[in-house]
């Protein structure tokens, strides 16, 4: 019933910015935290940022500095703003969020299928 979608990635040149967009839809009573996890080749999969409905946040240190996430409640969408990127930034990006189901009640965890970002001269 709960399904994110991730939009935004894309092919830059080093020093670019990208925006990147998740949007929770489906029976949704309420989403709590909203993440964002990359996963470059041959790696394991890493937080990036994260925010809660409060919109507190927290961030990677290879991230700090160069990268935002912002959400808009209302909407269920989370953003990452990603500046000055690096070729070592190359990865799937996925969004995850923590979301309480209408009428079931349930609090469960929900990814999105992911978008690539390549970074690269």
């Known amino acids: 019933q709960v399904q994110l979608v991730e939009s935004g990635g894309g092919l830059v040149q080093p020093g670019g910015s990208l925006r990147l967009s998740c949007a929770a839809s489906?029976?949704?009573?309420?989403?709590?935290?909203m993440d964002w996890y990359r996963q470059a080749p041959g790696k394991q999969r890493e937080l990036v940022a994260a925010?809660?409905?409060?919109?507190?946040?927290n961030y990677a240190d290879s991230v700090k500095g160069r990268f935002t996430i912002s959400r808009v409640n209302a909407k269920n969408t989370v953003y990452l703003q990603m500046n000055s990127l690096k070729p070592e930034d190359t990865a799937v990006y996925y969004c995850n969020a923590d979301v309480i189901g209408r009428g079931t009640w349930r609090r469960l965890e929900y990814w999105g299928p992911g978008t690539q970002v390549t970074v690269s001269s």
């Open positions: 489906g029976s949704i009573f309420r989403v709590n935290a």
């Open positions: 925010i809660t409905s409060g919109g507190s946040t």
